[in-house]
């Protein structure tokens, strides 16, 4: 006898900070979203402020902080509801990128994969990549892709 799951849709999680690759993965999420009859969620990480030695000071620096992650999460989010046709949900979480990714997909159980997309440089993929492709791969409950970060939007509307 099968069991019949609750057909909820998918919710792709865009971390979203000032990489240029992170347009491929935000893209990529959005045609599938499109696709699938899913849904995009937003996450910026706020790096606390580091060294302050007044209160005052580093309140300010988090408000700026605060302010600057939701104007860039507000352009997104109108270029989301253009590409899918729903808004998108959006966080803000502050602390070290790794640590707030994994809780908040730990957090949200209708998040069901992590999109994120590998720099062109020849360094390498990137620190986020490498940390969640790497050392935290175990500890995620959801999928992971890695979208080539130097596709363009031609390319990534071919794959997606």
């Known amino acids: 006898m099968a069991i019949l799951e609750e057909s909820r849709p998918r919710v792709f999680l865009v971390i979203v900070d000032d990489s240029p690759e992170m347009r491929a993965a935000f893209r990529y999420a959005s045609r599938r979203a499109r696709s699938t009859g ?37 352009g997104l989010a109108a270029q989301l509801m253009e590409l899918t046709g ?47 492709s790497n050392r935290l791969i175990g500890r995620l409950r959801v999928p992971l892709i890695i979208v080539p970060g130097g596709l363009g939007d031609a390319e990534i509307d071919r794959v997606s």
């Open 38 to 74: 899913g849904r995009v969620a937003l996450l910026h990480v706020i790096h606390p402020p580091e060294g302050q030695h007044w209160r005052a000071m580093e309140e300010l620096i988090r408000a700026e902080q605060r302010d600057e992650a939701e104007e860039m999460l507000g």
């Open 86 to 132: 729903s808004p998108p949900v959006v966080y803000i979480r502050e602390g070290e990128p790794a640590a707030e990714i994994l809780a908040q997909i730990d957090e949200d159980p209708s998040i069901s994969i992590l999109v994120l997309a590998a720099s062109i440089d020849p360094a390498g993929p990137g620190p986020l990549v490498s940390m969640m």
